[in-house]
């Protein structure tokens, strides 16, 4: 794998497109100061996915695009591809040629593809970190990283090494999946605690789901029953509609009935009126006819008596043809003018007879016309009062009906006042009855309230206590692990390979007893004091005898096991000769041997080797100490040496035998206590999982017990609600229905007051008799035609008389002067 290719499209100072190609090995890039051979090397850890802009030489990340010249404007964007070449498949992609690319805007957003496909940085540096090359691998080293990495620390050293033995990878990906497994742990414990409280809740959930169900089914059926009452009532009405249709209907056939039978008499007296007029017609004709054919007659029976006079005159006449007396003629003409006069007085009076009867005539005519007319309006009268009769009669039906109707409604309307306030107080009754239920459990839930809090609280505790006992065990546990590890350590550093551990494994039991470390014991603090006085005899195996040392010299030479020191158990014992300096010990140094305790087989060799040593606390009293007694050894808590003429010391010393047995030997202890108190922790800790169980359990049934009163509390008030609203609905259709009916009655009162009018007009009406009927009436009207008549007859012979005067008045007209010129005459003659 080697980089082909790399890229640059207006990164830094590559304003224009720049690709350089490289080959298989070292390639130097050459160039004078700001020609921009670093920024070649930034645009690598760039679009490698380097996030630092102070890695890369500037302020912020958007100074890697191209800032613009005096001659050349800026650009919006920076672009780097570089191009790999995976032929060895050392990436793990499936492709012998990589190309990654990153792009950046102004803006500050960025893009990232691999092979020209849009991909996120974490997939690019996945990619780069499994072969060994990415933003973290240090496989681009700038200016000052060597001199980094010489003068780093040894724990920056160790992540340089991790990080070319491919560790750092696999740390980043543990570290990753340890949040990962840390925040799914975070998430599953509040899935349990709300697992747990979901369960808490589910019983009382349930009991009040099932007391919403039953809730829900009561609801229904009354729903149902109140569909029902209404489905009922609304046959009822329609029943009461089809009866008040059919009385509507009747009284309608009866009302057409009469409106025809009043049609058809209608008719009758306009047909009767017609021929009423055309005989009235007829009749004056009649008596026009009678009455000329009466002055006609008059006038015959005149011109007969005329004509007879005149023929008596003419008779008279020839008889005179001998000469009539003048005298006679002039007495005669006398005579004919009075009675001219006579009968001029006659016709006078006659006319004035016939006035009179003229005006009697028309005055009775007229009274007739108008009795003719009062009989009409009678007549049409007596129509109009049928008619209206079984208009009323219809009306007072009707309203005695709709009485009828109202009364059934008021009722049923009365009944049903009585029902709804019979639910009304049944609803306040239940009403009263379980609010002094809900009061009870209200004070009930105070002291529910109460305990559900002391067993929250106790059950706190008991959590906080299990959490620090947790975390406490926790604690032992890793300080019990820490030990073992240790002691696993300093085991496996106390496993030697050289001449004492030969003869450990080999010549055990024949004359060699084991190290010398594991069979005497220090005082802790002094192990490396000891160990520095000991020197090579710390690391040295215990032999019986010279005998059994001789031996086991030659068994590691036969053996070629190695060297090792070996210390003589049968060495005399005696007691320490050294002398104590001038003055005492120092405060604080004591003698080696009251520092070691050995056993019998070893003490005298130990008093040898430890003879004339002092342990102090540092090493310039060690320096005085010999300075003013020279036959002691002084030796420091640090394992500083000094002696008469001489001094040892200094840093870097490697642990000796003694001391690793003596470290092993405390971490053992710690270990022993430790594990004690890890046990004594997981037995409290038990304790008090016991009792968070059972403060749990306490809290959980005061929850139940306090959940169960809620939901007892919440269906008493949901059935409270209930009552209330049956209540209130049952007041208001009480109210309603109390409304209704009194509309009702109003409108029966209404009705009632148009029946009674009815029924008084139509009695009114029917004990009316009609004018005609009247006694007197026709009597009247009998006597009104014969007037008339009367009259007619008066006057026709009044005209008679008139007539019959004027012929006779006629007649004797200029008679009297004929009679004088004849007496005139005949005295002439």
């Known amino acids: 794998m080697y980089l082909k290719s790399l890229t640059l499209k207006g990164f830094k100072s590559f304003a224009a497109p720049t690709t350089l190609r490289f080959e298989p090995g070292i390639t130097a890039v050459v160039g004078p100061n700001g020609s921009g051979k670093s920024n070649v090397v930034d645009a690598l850890a760039w679009v490698l996915g380097e996030q ?3 890695t890369l030489r500037g302020a912020k990340m ?41 792009r950046m805007f102004r803006d500050g957003a960025s893009e990232y593809e691999i092979n020209g496909s849009g991909c996120r940085l974490m997939d690019i540096q996945e990619l780069l970190s499994d072969s060994g090359i990415g933003r973290e691998m240090h496989v681009i080293v700038g200016q000052g990283k060597l001199n980094e990495i010489l003068e780093s620390r040894p724990e920056d050293r160790r992540a340089f090494i991790e990080e070319a033995a491919g560790v750092l990878k696999h740390r980043r990906r543990k570290e990753k999946a340890v949040r990962k497994l840390e925040a799914m742990s975070a998430n599953l414990a509040r899935l349990t605690d709300l697992t747990s409280e979901l369960r808490r809740q589910l019983k009382p959930l349930g009991r009040q789901a099932e007391v919403a169900r039953r ?51 209608s008719d009758e007296l306009a047909a009767h009126e017609a021929a009423l007029t055309r005989l009235s017609e007829r009749t004056e004709s009649a008596q026009q006819s009678w009455f000329r054919l009466s002055a006609l007659a008059e006038r015959v029976d005149a011109t007969v008596r005329i004509a007879r006079e005149r023929a008596q005159h003419l008779e008279v006449e020839p008889a005179l043809t001998g000469g009539p007396d003048p005298d006679a003629l002039e007495a005669e003409a006398r005579e004919v003018e009075a009675a001219e006069r006579q009968l001029l007085a006659e016709l006078a009076a006659a006319r004035v007879r016939l006035d009179a009867a003229r005006a009697e005539l028309a005055e009775r005519e007229r009274s007739a016309a108008e009795a003719e007319q009062v009989h009409l309006a009678a007549v049409r009268a007596e129509a109009d009062r049928r008619e209206g009769l ?71 505790l008991a959590d906080e ?96 096991g190695g060297r090792a020191a070996i210390v003589l158990g049968d060495w005399p014992a005696a007691a320490d000769s050294a002398q104590p300096p001038p003055g005492g010990l120092p405060d604080g140094a ?8 050995a056993p019998p087989r070893l003490r005298g060799a130990m008093t040898a080797m430890l003879s004339g040593v002092v ?16 036959w002691l050894r002084a030796v420091t808590l640090d394992g500083d040496l000094v002696g008469a003429g001489w001094v040892s010391g200094g840093s870097d010393r490697k642990p000796s035998t003694l001391e690793i047995t003596s470290e092993i030997d405390k971490a053992r202890a710690e270990l022993a206590a430790a594990e004690a108190s890890a046990a004594a922790l997981g037995a409290a800790l038990s304790g008090a999982l016991r009792e968070q169980v059972a403060r749990q359990d306490a809290a959980e049934q005061a929850l139940a017990a306090l959940n169960e009163s809620d ?8 059935q409270l609600g209930r009552l209330a609203q049956d209540a209130r609905a049952a007041e208001e259709e009480w109210r309603r229905l109390l409304r209704q009916r009194e509309e009702l009655e109003t409108g029966r009162a209404q009705t009632l007051e148009e029946l009674s009018e009815l029924e008084t007009r139509l009695r009114n009406a029917e004990q009316t008799q009609p004018a005609d009927a009247q006694p007197g009436h026709l009597r009247a009207r009998q006597q009104i035609a014969a007037a008339v008549e009367a009259a007619r007859s008066a006057e026709v012979e009044a005209r008679l008389a008139v007539r019959t005067a004027e012929e006779r008045a006629n007649a004797v007209r200029g008679r009297a002067d004929s009679l004088r010129r004849a007496a005139t005459a005949e005295r002439a003659a």
Do not use: C
């Open 711 to 718: 939901a007892a509390i919440s269906a008493s008030y949901e």
């Open 52 to 54: 630092g802009a102070k």
């Open 390 to 460: 079984a208009r009323l009669a219809g009306q007072v039906e009707t309203m005695r009906a709709r009485v009828g109707s109202t009364d059934d409604a008021v009722a049923e309307l009365s009944e049903r006042i009585e029902e709804a306030a019979a639910r009304a107080e049944a609803a306040r009754a239940e009403f009263e009855t379980l609010q002094g239920r809900v009061g009870e459990l209200d004070q009930g839930e105070v002291g529910l309230d109460e305990h559900h809090e002391r067993m929250v609280a106790a059950l706190r």
């Open 215 to 265: 809730a829900q089914t009561i609801q229904a059926d009354l729903r149902d029953a109140r569909l029902r009452l209404a489905a009922d009532d609304l046959v009822a009405r329609r029943a009461e509609l089809h009866g008040t249709a059919e009385a509507e209907a009747a009284l309608r056939r009866d009302h057409d009935a009469a409106a025809a039978r009043l049609a058809t008499a």
């Open 465 to 560: 206590r299990v959490a620090e006992l947790q975390s406490a065990e926790r604690g032992a546990e890793r300080e019990v692990a820490s030990l073992r590890a240790r002691i696993d350590a300093l085991s496996t550093a106390l496993e030697r390979k050289d001449g004492a551990a030969w003869l450990t494994e080999n010549l055990s039991g024949q004359g060699i007893f084991g190290p010398v470390a594991k069979l005497i014991k220090v005082r802790t603090g002094y192990e490396g004091a000891l160990a520095a006085v000991l020197g090579a005899a710390a690391d040295a195996v215990a032999a019986e005898s010279f005998g059994a040392a001789r031996s086991a010299v030659a068994a590691l030479k036969h053996a070629d």
């Open 62 to 102: 958007e100074d890697v695009i191209f800032a613009g010249t005096s001659s050349r404007a800026p650009l919006g964007r920076a672009e780097v591809t570089v191009t790999i070449d995976n032929s060895d498949n050392a990436l793990p992609i499936e492709y012998t040629e990589v190309s990654i690319t990153r």
């Open 590 to 597: 004591r003698w080696a041997l009251d520092v070691v305790e």
């Open 615 to 630: 342990v102090v606390a540092d090493l310039t009293i060690a320096l005085d100490l010999v300075a003013a007694s020279p």
